[in-house]
């Protein structure tokens, strides 16, 4: 039970809990649904779409994700290999599925919830609260639009609607956390000897007959990747860039043309007081008192004061109502009036209704309009007019690439003597792709379709990005072809050795157990005649993993024994123990700490949930019609 609570916690939960739903089911059929699935579609989910540009995408950032946390160690070509990007995708179908269920049951994030969870990201905040400029400005680093994101962050929490459900919903009884912490903290009393692999390879002689024997079985292998070499055509709008320049008076002359571009809009800092309307108090009442706190303001009482004292807005209460500085369109249209009417820092506004309540308003302090100088602004326009240039640049050269392609796909030549670009070549990769231009998935799928690798075509224009696309041709075609046996030898015959040593030490240690008795009476004289050192643990806990994690877990599957020790032959490192299992005591749940507790209370929640969206995931796709299309992964 608890090895399988341990799986959960550690599998699908702990996934879920980071965000990614990765629960492996096998799929329905491929390769005769391909034509039935849209173009531009690398898998269909009953009515839903996952497109190739999507797939793309949301890999190319997991595989980002996995760069910038494993560092040095990241290994560009493993990550890239064709199991890694299909359970990739099954991770995102997985997604869909909740998603879809989610809507069916009639669940939808709200304009609220998508604001709250929003603002309460730290990287949005300055000072503990939402920052919606810099909320802005990140995004805009990171290439991406509020309405982009928002509509990515929507679709993240109707994915995790159901199992965020399941896991409020679940419920474990004390009874249960006292078993879960008796297995947890069980221990086991053993004694063992190791029959080591070492002893055994010496005395393994494996003839040149038997390697070659063995490769002829196992020829496929021993193959060579398939691999293709191509030449390629890169268009690139900002290679065409170079050399373009304005002179200083086209600049001037379109910084002036341009000049509310380059000024920041006047801010406001202001503080309020905000009176609710409600059950407690109706409109005519919050009116009332709304204006009653204008006249003590006017009066000269503090404003902090007040404020702490009446206003319904907790977050500014506590900072004397100050709502920090305000800009055009941040706030709603009648607070935001009310605002930019006041003329001097201090002055106070009359009650403002909206749709919050009453608001009182103290202008803090104004901030003009703040602009770019000509010498400021010069870079910025000289790049758009670049951008502007190259684009138009862009488009026309990549619409005569494609007439000169179509006229042509036997070769790249004519793209060079018409447009100047340079044919340039790869270094020999696989389907699994290569480095520099063979890393792109998109060109090493193009290189390995039928049109181009077997009917010799160049392929259509394949976009990289945004105004960046490259042509392709194969140079060289390598196929499969076997590994010569000179080459392979020196591997099979350590594959060999190993394998047969292996045999021996287990079939050494079946020998040494039998010979112990079935209770292991004979244990402590078969170590000695076999000189052999035996080990005795008064206590083996379940997370002692010096022994080595899989010896441990291996160790407590073992059923507890009877009356008498049983006796048993597990694996070890590169070897085999014979383990002689003399007791097995169960951890006490009496003493367990209440940390201890609250701890085993919600690995068993995650562990049913886990439970939960297995079988919820596994009726979805059951249930579901299913559609893949491995060529475009």
Same mark, same amino acid.
């Given at each position: 039970?608890?090895?399988?609570?341990?799986?959960?916690?550690?599998?699908?939960?702990?996934?879920?809990?980071?965000?990614?739903?990765?629960?492996?089911?096998?799929?329905?059929?491929?390769?005769?649904?391909?034509?039935?699935?849209?173009?531009?579609?690398?898998?269909?989910?009953?009515?839903?779409?996952?497109?190739?540009?999507?797939?793309?995408?949301?890999?190319?950032?997991?595989?980002?994700?996995?760069?910038?946390?494993?560092?040095?160690?990241?290994?560009?070509?493993?990550?890239?290999?064709?199991?890694?990007?299909?359970?990739?995708?099954?991770?995102?179908?997985?997604?869909?599925?909740?998603?879809?269920?989610?809507?069916?049951?009639?669940?939808?994030?709200?304009?609220?919830?998508?604001?709250?969870?929003?603002?309460?990201?730290?990287?949005?905040?300055?000072?503990?609260?939402?920052?919606?400029?810099?909320?802005?400005?990140?995004?805009?680093?990171?290439?991406?639009?509020?309405?982009?994101?928002?509509?990515?962050?929507?679709?993240?929490?109707?994915?995790?609607?159901?199992?965020?459900?399941?896991?409020?919903?679940?419920?474990?009884?004390?009874?249960?956390?006292?078993?879960?912490?008796?297995?947890?903290?069980?221990?086991?009393?053993?004694?063992?000897?190791?029959?080591?692999?070492?002893?055994?390879?010496?005395?393994?002689?494996?003839?040149?007959?038997?390697?070659?024997?063995?490769?002829?079985?196992?020829?496929?292998?021993?193959?060579?990747? @398939?691999?293709? /070499?191509?030449?390629?055509?890169?268009?690139?709008?900002? $290679? %065409?860039? &170079?050399?373009? =320049?304005? +002179?200083? !008076?086209?600049?001037?002359?379109?910084?002036?043309?341009?000049?509310?571009?380059?000024?920041?809009?006047?801010?406001?800092?202001?503080?309020?007081?905000?009176?609710?309307?409600?059950?407690?108090?109706?409109?005519?009442?919050?009116?009332?008192?709304?204006? @009653?706190?204008? /006249?003590?303001?006017?009066?000269?009482?503090?404003?902090? $004061? %007040?404020? &702490?004292?009446? =206003?319904? +807005?907790? !977050?500014?209460?506590?900072?004397?109502?100050?709502?920090?500085?305000?800009?055009?369109?941040?706030?709603?249209?009648?607070?935001?009036?009310?605002?930019?009417?006041?003329?001097?820092?201090?002055?106070?506004?009359?009650?403002?209704?909206?749709?919050?309540?009453?608001?009182?308003?103290?202008?803090?302090?104004?901030?003009?309009?703040?602009?770019?100088?000509?010498?400021?602004?010069?870079?910025?326009?000289?790049?758009?007019?670049?951008?502007?240039?190259?684009?138009?640049?862009?488009?026309?050269?990549?619409?005569?690439?494609?007439?000169?392609?179509?006229?042509?796909?036997?070769?790249?030549?004519?793209?060079?003597?018409?447009?100047?670009?340079?044919?340039?070549?790869?270094?020999?990769?696989?389907?699994?792709?290569?480095?520099?231009?063979?890393?792109?998935?998109?060109?090493?799928?193009?290189?390995?379709?039928?049109?181009?690798?077997?009917?010799?075509?160049?392929?259509?224009?394949?976009?990289?990005?945004?105004?960046?696309?490259?042509?392709?041709?194969?140079?060289?075609?390598?196929?499969?072809?076997?590994?010569?046996?000179?080459?392979?030898?020196?591997?099979?015959?350590?594959?060999?050795?190993?394998?047969?040593?292996?045999?021996?030490?287990?079939?050494?240690?079946?020998?040494?157990?039998?010979?112990?008795?079935?209770?292991?009476?004979?244990?402590?004289?078969?170590?000695?005649?076999?000189?052999?050192?035996?080990?005795?643990?008064?206590?083996?806990?379940?997370?002692?993993?010096?022994?080595?994690?899989?010896?441990?877990?291996?160790?407590?599957?073992?059923?507890?024994?009877?009356?008498?020790?049983?006796?048993?032959?597990?694996?070890?490192?590169?070897?085999?123990?014979?383990?002689?299992?003399?007791?097995?005591?169960?951890?006490?749940?009496?003493?367990?700490?209440?940390?201890?507790?609250?701890?085993?209370?919600?690995?068993?929640?995650?562990?049913?949930?886990?439970?939960?969206?297995?079988?919820?995931?596994?009726?979805?796709?059951?249930?579901?019609?299913?559609?893949?299309?491995?060529?475009?992964?």
């Amino acid at each position: 039970m608890l090895q399988s609570i341990r799986d959960r916690v550690t599998g699908v939960v702990a996934i879920f809990v980071l965000g990614l739903l990765a629960v492996p089911f096998l799929f329905f059929g491929v390769e005769s649904y391909i034509r039935a699935v849209p173009q531009d579609a690398v898998a269909v989910v009953g009515d839903d779409e996952i497109s190739v540009s999507e797939f793309q995408t949301s890999f190319g950032r997991y595989r980002a994700n996995l760069r910038q946390q494993q560092g040095d160690a990241y290994d560009e070509i493993a990550t890239n290999q064709p199991i890694v990007r299909r359970e990739h995708l099954e991770d995102l179908i997985d997604q869909l599925l909740l998603r879809q269920h989610a809507e069916d049951l009639g669940l939808a994030v709200t304009e609220g919830t998508l604001s709250r969870v929003i603002q309460e990201i730290p990287s949005f905040q300055v000072d503990g609260r939402f920052d919606p400029e810099l909320y802005r400005q990140l995004l805009r680093g990171a290439g991406r639009t509020p309405r982009g994101f928002e509509q990515e962050l929507r679709e993240d929490l109707m994915v995790n609607a159901i199992p965020s459900s399941l896991a409020a919903s679940t419920i474990v009884t004390e009874s249960e956390i006292d078993r879960f912490i008796a297995l947890q903290q069980e221990q086991r009393q053993v004694s063992f000897i190791e029959v080591a692999y070492d002893e055994f390879v010496e005395r393994i002689e494996v003839t040149d007959a038997e390697i070659e024997t063995h490769y002829q079985d196992n020829i496929d292998s021993y193959m060579t990747p @398939e691999q293709v /070499q191509i030449a390629y055509v890169e268009l690139d709008a900002r $290679e %065409l860039g &170079e050399g373009l =320049s304005l +002179d200083d !008076d086209e600049l001037r002359r379109r910084y002036e043309a341009a000049r509310q571009r380059f000024l920041t809009p006047e801010a406001r800092r202001a503080s309020h007081v905000l009176i609710e309307i409600g059950p407690e108090r109706n409109e005519q009442d919050a009116r009332a008192l709304a204006t @009653e706190i204008r /006249q003590r303001l006017l009066a000269g009482e503090e404003f902090a $004061e %007040l404020a &702490e004292q009446y =206003s319904d +807005d907790p !977050d500014s209460r506590e900072e004397a109502g100050d709502l920090g500085w305000i800009e055009p369109e941040d706030m709603v249209p009648p607070f935001e009036d009310a605002l930019y009417e006041l003329d001097e820092p201090g002055d106070i506004s009359e009650p403002v209704e909206t749709r919050f309540g009453y608001h009182i308003i103290r202008l803090e302090e104004i901030r003009p309009p703040q602009g770019m100088s000509f010498e400021e602004a010069r870079e910025e326009i000289l790049a758009e007019y670049i951008e502007r240039e190259t684009e138009s640049m862009y488009i026309d050269i990549s619409e005569r690439l494609i007439d000169i392609v179509f006229e042509d796909d036997t070769t790249l030549e004519p793209l060079t003597r018409e447009l100047g670009l340079e044919i340039q070549t790869t270094e020999p990769f696989g389907r699994s792709g290569g480095t520099g231009m063979a890393a792109n998935p998109r060109v090493v799928e193009s290189a390995f379709s039928d049109r181009v690798l077997l009917d010799g075509a160049v392929s259509d224009p394949i976009e990289l990005d945004r105004n960046h696309l490259v042509v392709l041709k194969v140079e060289q075609h390598f196929p499969a072809e076997p590994r010569p046996l000179a080459e392979v030898a020196d591997s099979i015959r350590e594959h060999l050795v190993r394998e047969r040593a292996g045999a021996q030490a287990r079939d050494r240690a079946r020998e040494l157990a039998e010979a112990a008795g079935p209770a292991g009476q004979e244990l402590e004289n078969v170590a000695a005649e076999a000189e052999l050192e035996l080990h005795v643990l008064e206590r083996v806990a379940r997370f002692d993993f010096q022994l080595g994690g899989d010896f441990v877990s291996a160790l407590f599957r073992l059923p507890a024994p009877g009356d008498e020790p049983s006796v048993h032959v597990l694996p070890k490192g590169r070897g085999f123990t014979i383990v002689r299992l003399e007791d097995v005591v169960p951890g006490n749940p009496a003493v367990a700490s209440d940390m201890e507790r609250m701890s085993a209370r919600q690995q068993l929640r995650f562990a049913q949930m886990g439970y939960e969206v297995d079988g919820l995931i596994k009726y979805l796709r059951e249930n579901t019609q299913i559609r893949v299309v491995e060529e475009r992964l």
